[in-house]
């Protein structure tokens, strides 16, 4: 499929005054005089020279945002092969003690917001967050949590976990964190494989007006992670300390100064991990130096957050936005800590969170955007939005009609950031520049230092035309390793089997001529008709604009006699029937916006589409049940949201046989 640079006249573009102050416009402007940057030719310039130019772009990073190396590096790549790319090597450094750095200067302003279902936010002070991160860090190092050591939580997205992170990250420890909605089995497919000494602990969690008690689930997870040392019970819920577990306040309590281990620059700083929908979730390690800058670069220039914002982003500590989110603090920005259903108690609950907390910068999934515009939600008419500069989405791409819904409904003036990137890295590939126009259903720009590619079969860039993913250098925040891969061959296997020596994300995506990107949806659930490829994205931001249709599903499947089949699942919206007319005006909708070749050779009605426990559509499982894999075999039961929505398929496939 060959995708043009349409829509020439941007959606939205920054006044010259906006430009100037943006913190990218300074740093190309410092990086021009001490670095040789380009100062001319704006951004394009700048992201080919950091390109270029790999090692003296990341310690310019380094140095105009005042990284402070204990010990400084002998320089800045040791090794640039990937996978194996060694950062920074001989220096050490400590994530905790540069998120705290703004309590010296803003002590009694607010580190966080935080809001539950009243949405009432409550404040806590730059001098608190500090106090009780040192006071914690010094109870992990008295109950012999070691540099190394796991550290793990089961917590909601409350003040406690950003304390408990940072107090793990302060001693040298491992962070790793699941939200408590997930099961015993799930949490245990992932914090079995690193074996943690502490688990922090809540006793429930509200959620949709609905208290959720999980005392037994966290009493299991006791039972089954035989390396815990410690237990720490946070009692959101208010009940008692169980039998032989410590108490939060206990360890938060004292007035004690953080005492920051300083660590090497590729120090394990948390472990992520993928959606687990085939076998067990890959357990993603990230260091706390790479963590560091490509953080600093990617909230402090591309999202042009500092001291005066408030950086609201909807996420839960399962999910990688939750440990971006944190590292707002890096920035000295104020961060809004959202814990509770993005639609409750109506589908406009977090305009009234980004409004209540004066965000300047509110992130979100397309898919919530999208809901907005189903629930016919106005934005601007019902909530004072004057202090939101950017509405970011990622999750999934931000269909066309989403762009146009944020500028109709929020502001005209409105910085609209549909940013892409991956548990895999922690952070974008593409997606926000300050200084750039805005292009309907486009991602602004590949980010600084990141050499973003689309490449054909055989290794060829394209422009224009729809390719891989792959990055073609190494950046900081790329896994340092798989936990319990020993000999790297899982990691080597998940991004360089394609291409060898460079990082093949698995999306497919158009860069355009004039540096922007499309994204199309996952490469391995690729649509490919008589070799024409089309990602699912395209198929659902076409077929959900029926009203009829409330969430659709489209899989790809090769047949064992080299036909394709490829049917279009859709859940209906009630009261809705799919009947000739419907299924009529859904393939017309293809053919007529997309192409007549990814016409569905079926329309099927189901009762729902099963997402991961992150909230996305699970394509490749779906995929290998209609080929005949047994449900145990296609997917990680722990990983999705409903089982028996997937039973449904098996049946199905079941029936075709």
Request: net charge negative.
């Amino acid at each position: 499929m060959t995708s043009t640079p349409s829509n020439p006249s941007p959606l939205w573009q920054p006044d010259r005054e906006r430009i100037d102050r943006a913190r990218i416009t300074r740093f190309q402007a410092w990086a021009a005089q001490h670095h040789g940057a380009p100062a001319d030719g704006g951004y394009a310039a700048l992201h080919r020279w950091s390109v270029d130019e790999l090692d003296t772009f990341w310690k310019a990073v380094t140095e105009f945002f005042d990284v402070r190396f204990a010990t400084p590096p002998a320089r800045v790549l040791g090794d640039r092969s990937m996978p194996g790319a060694r950062w920074f090597p001989g220096a050490t450094l400590n994530y905790a003690e540069h998120a705290l750095r703004a309590a010296d200067t803003r002590a009694d302003e607010p580190a966080l917001l935080y809001v539950d279902e009243t949405h009432e936010p409550r404040p806590v002070s730059w001098s608190a967050l500090r106090r009780q991160v040192g006071s914690l860090a010094a109870e992990l190092r008295t109950l012999g949590v070691r540099p190394g050591d796991r550290v793990s939580g089961y917590l909601p997205n409350v003040p406690q976990a950003v304390v408990a992170l940072l107090a793990t990250a302060a001693v040298g420890g491992v962070w790793t964190s699941c939200a408590p909605d997930f099961g015993a089995r799930s949490v245990l497919d992932r914090f079995q494989q690193v074996e943690p000494v502490v688990l922090f602990a809540v006793d429930g969690y509200r959620y949709g007006g609905k208290e959720h008690d999980r005392r037994d689930t966290v009493a299991e997870l006791r039972r089954d992670l035989p390396t815990l040392r410690a237990v720490v019970h946070v009692p959101l819920l208010g009940t008692e300390a169980p039998e032989g577990t410590l108490d939060w306040s206990a360890l938060t309590s004292s007035d004690t100064e953080p005492v920051y281990e300083q660590v090497p620059f590729d120090h394990p700083l948390w472990v992520l991990y993928s959606s687990g929908t085939t076998g067990l979730p890959k357990a993603i390690v990230q260091s706390q130096g790479g963590i560091l800058v490509e953080h600093l670069k990617q909230l402090g220039l591309h999202c042009d957050l500092g001291p005066e914002d408030r950086f609201f982003w909807y996420t839960s500590t399962g999910w990688m936005m939750w440990n971006f989110l944190v590292s707002g603090l890096l920035t000295g920005t104020t961060i809004v800590l959202y814990d509770g259903s993005p639609g409750y108690p109506d589908t406009g609950a977090q305009w009234r969170i980004a409004e209540r907390t004066g965000a300047t910068l509110y992130g979100t999934s397309a898919a919530y955007v999208m809901a907005c515009r189903k629930a016919d939600v106005h934005p601007a008419r019902d909530f004072d939005l004057s202090r939101v500069q950017c509405v970011a989405t990622t999750g999934s791409p931000l269909p066309p009609d989403g762009f146009r819904w944020l500028h109709d409904e929020v502001r005209e003036d409105l910085w609209i950031a549909s940013v892409s990137g991956g548990t895999d890295v922690c952070s974008c590939f593409a997606g926000a520049v300050p200084t750039l126009p805005v292009h309907i259903g486009e991602l602004q720009a590949p980010g600084l230092g990141t050499d973003l590619q689309s490449w054909d079969p055989a290794g060829k860039p394209l422009t224009d035309e729809v390719g891989e993913l792959v990055v073609a250098n190494p950046m900081p925040s790329m896994p340092i390793r798989f936990w319990n891969d020993p000999d790297g061959s899982r990691y080597h296997d998940s991004y360089f089997d394609t291409y060898p020596g460079v990082w093949r994300h698995g999306d497919w995506i158009t860069l355009t001529s004039r540096g922007s990107v499309v994204i199309h949806g996952r490469s391995d659930s690729t649509l490919n008709r008589q070799g024409v490829r089309m990602g699912s994205a395209d198929i659902y931001e076409a077929v959900e604009r029926l009203p009829e249709i409330r969430e659709s599903l489209v899989i790809g499947v090769e047949q064992p006699d080299g036909g394709y089949w490829m049917p279009l699942f859709v859940q209906l919206a009630p009261g809705a029937v799919l009947d000739e007319a419907l299924l009529g005006r859904i393939r017309h909708t293809i053919r007529e916006q997309l192409s007549p070749r990814h016409v569905p050779d079926e329309v099927i009605e189901v009762p729902g589409v099963p997402h991961t426990l992150t909230g996305k559509r699970i394509e490749v499982p779906v995929k290998r049940l209609l080929q005949g894999t047994p449900l145990d075999k296609a997917v990680n039961p722990g990983s999705v949201d409903d089982l028996d929505l997937l039973r449904f398929y098996e049946e199905l496939a079941r029936k075709r046989t």
